[in-house]
Each structure stands twice: as structure tokens, then as C-alpha cells.
């Protein structure tokens, strides 16, 4: 199977900018995670969406959002860049049972300036 | 509410040395822990899963690790380090609802 695919792997934006990012998960599965990771930060979790609907949500501002298609991909959106967006996203994926594997895609270097 | 503590950002072991990187989490039910590796510039990439089947968990790589239910913790262990076990490691926990919860990381580092 093919795993978790993310476009695109870099970007660069200017503040003040909107970006989006897609997510391909594996095929069947029908959950995909999103987290932002900084050098501070870690791994901040931010939404996750299962058939189409968001089942969780991290603490961040609402200029993050995300949405899922039918097919279960997902796209990601922020909205009014900010120099601290700056970061990888990583897109995860799994069969959205309890207590499933999640499987990662290689993420999308944004950065902003 | 779930939360998982990893010891130690950085840890550094000679080429051939034991491995041994710490994790203790918290949790209100019985935890699915999990460790990941991260490579520099890639997502992450599962090395073990614990599901309750078993307290000694066998992973990829030869990384293994043990849960201990009295001591919340589940390390992660490598009998003999190798050049390429150089990344980042990160422990989690996934609750009921699919809610992933994932510790700081621990950078290692292996000498020649």
C-alpha cells in the first residue's frame, strides 16, 4: 500500500499570506490527524477529521482550519500567516478506531517570512 | 487526561552501547503506547506498539521496550547502538478517542 502522501514538501509564504496543505492518507483509512512541529514546541496536535467531520481539536487559533473530502483526504488552511507558523506539518493517517496505529507522511516544511 | 514525560532531551551512546530512552506517561484508562523515530527531515516512522498482549514489546530495528504498569512507564531499549539509530524518538499514548498525546522527544546521539 502506499503510504501517507503531503503537498507540497516545502513552501515559503509571506506573513499576512494564506496557505493550504494537502493530506493523502492510506487507502481505507479514515482518519487523518494534523500537528504542527517547532524546535520550542514539540508536537502540538491540531485537528483531527474522520468521514468528513472534525472528531478533535488542538488548542490553536482559528485561523487554523481544516476540512476532509469523501475520499478521506484533507487539506489543512491557515489563514493570515504568522512568522511563528513557521514549521513542519505532519499529516497522520489511520482506520479512526480507538487505539489505532497512526501512520505518518514525510510533512510540509512551511516556512514564513 | 492522558500525558507522557520523556527524561532527557538529548541522550548520547557510544557505537555498540545500550540504548535505553525513558518514558512515563499518565493515564485514566489503560494506555495503547506507542514509540516513534524520527529521521531529520522526515515524518515519523512507527518502531513499537503496546496493546496489553504482551508487558515486552518487540519493534523494529531491534528496539524494544517494556511496559510497567506499577511504574507508568514504558523505556525504550537497544541491547548494541548503531550509527543509524541516530534521530529523534517520541513516546506516546492513545486514548479512547483516538486523541494521540506524544512526549517532547528525545534526540540520540551515537558515537563512534
Known amino acids: 500500500k502506499a503510504g501517507v502522501t503531503q503537498t507540497p514538501r516545502y513552501l515559503i509564504k509571506t506573513r499576512g499570506q494564506q496557505v493550504t496543505l494537502s493530506c493523502s492518507p492510506i487507502?481505507?483509512?479514515?482518519?487523518v490527524s494534523w500537528y504542527q512541529q517547532t524546535p520550542g514546541q514539540g508536537l502540538q496536535f491540531l485537528f483531527e477529521?474522520?468521514?468528513?467531520?472534525?472528531?478533535n481539536k488542538g488548542n490553536f487559533p482559528g485561523r487554523f482550519s481544516g476540512r476532509q473530502f469523501s475520499n478521506s483526504r484533507s487539506e489543512m488552511n491557515v489563514s493570515t500567516l504568522e512568522l511563528g507558523d513557521s514549521a513542519l506539518y505532519l499529516c497522520?493517517?489511520?482506520?479512526?478506531?480507538?487505539?489505532?496505529?497512526?501512520?505518518f507522511g514525510p510533512g510540509t516544511r512551511l516556512l514564513v517570512l | 487526561a492522558q500525558s507522557v514525560t520523556q527524561l532527557g532531551s538529548h541522550v548520547s551512546v557510544s557505537e555498540g552501547a545500550l540504548v535505553l530512552l525513558r518514558c512515563n506517561y499518565s493515564?485514566?484508562?489503560?494506555?495503547?503506547l506507542f514509540w516513534y523515530v524520527q529521521y531529520p527531515n522526515q515524518g515519523l516512522q512507527l518502531l513499537l506498539k503496546?496493546?496489553?498482549?504482551?508487558?515486552l514489546v518487540k519493534g523494529i530495528n531491534g528496539f524494544e521496550a517494556e511496559f510497567k504498569k506499577s511504574e507508568t512507564s514504558f523505556h525504550l531499549t537497544k541491547p548494541s547502538a548503531h550509527m543509524s539509530d541516530a534521530a529523534e524518538y517520541f513516546c506516546?499514548?492513545?486514548?479512547?478517542?483516538?486523541?494521540?498525546?506524544f512526549g517532547s522527544g528525545t534526540k540520540l546521539n551515537v558515537k563512534p
Open positions: 493515564s485514566s484508562v489503560p494506555p495503547y
Open positions: 497522520a493517517s489511520s482506520l479512526g478506531l480507538a487505539r489505532e496505529t497512526q501512520y
Open positions: 506516546a499514548v492513545n486514548d479512547n478517542f483516538n486523541k494521540f498525546y
Open positions: 487507502s481505507g483509512h479514515r482518519s
Open positions: 503496546y496493546t496489553s498482549a504482551a508487558t
Open positions: 477529521y474522520f468521514s468528513e467531520t472534525q472528531r
